[in-house]
Every structure is written in C-alpha cells, then in structure tokens.
Nanobody, 128 residues
C-alpha cells in the first residue's frame, strides 16, 4: 500500500518562496513517477510538475516554468517542490501523486488520470 504525505504549505507574500515535501510510504519508491498537482476552489485539479523515476527527466506546466523546481531523493523516499517568485494565482491546495506505470525513461506524464496514488494535500496561500 502506498501512502503520500505532503508538508510545507503555508502563507507567503507575493514574490516569496516556499518548499513543499512529499513523504512516500511503501515499496519500490524508485520505480514510481512522482508528480505535483494543485487545485483551487471551484476549479479542476491541474498539473504542476512531475519527475521520472531516475530523477533526470522532469516536466512543468507553462505557468510555473522557471519558478518551480521538482526533485526527488530515492534513498529517503521523498519528492520536493521548490517554489519561488510566488504569485497570488499560485494559491491552491497542492497534491503529491505517484504513478507506477512502466514508462520509457524519458517520458514523464502530466495527466492526473495517469497517477495512481494521491496525498491529502497541503494548502499554499500567496497573499499580502
């Protein structure tokens, strides 16, 4: 059984930074593609970023490119999302997700339908 627990959310002023973490419980973390999604009130859950099992290949939503960085530590079974230059429109609940599919190493999915396991989410609020 896979369990994901996010942490690191909070209130930050525009232009600020925040680092999210996701702790993975279960077997073979290194075989999972890991992703971050976010959902604002009344909106769909949207893709933010994902990272392949090796940690080499990543994908970002256009809205966060250049501001967010995803990384993983397979030994610690952790995935991270470093967020900088935060904007009010980044306000959302951020969810960590895991995908066990056996992809080509260079492929990183971005559809929430591809992800099999989800955390409970951590709230990020960008406001002055």
């Amino acid at each position: 059984q896979v369990r994901l627990v996010e942490s690191g959310g909070g209130l930050v002023p525009p232009g600020g930074s925040l680092n999210l973490s996701c702790a993975f419980s279960g077997r073979t973390f290194s075989q999972y593609t890991m992703g971050w999604f976010r959902q604002s009130l009344g909106k769909d859950r949207d893709f933010v970023s994902a990272i392949g099992w090796s940690g080499v290949y990543t994908r970002y939503a256009d809205s966060v490119k250049g501001r967010f960085t995803i990384s993983r530590d397979n030994d610690k079974k952790m995935v991270y999302l470093q967020m900088s230059d935060l904007k009010p429109e980044d306000t959302a609940t951020y969810y960590c997700a895991a995908d066990i599919s056996d992809y080509d190493p260079m492929f990183v999915p971005e559809s929430k339908k591809d992800f099999d396991y989800w955390g409970q989410g951590t709230q990020v609020t960008v406001s002055s």
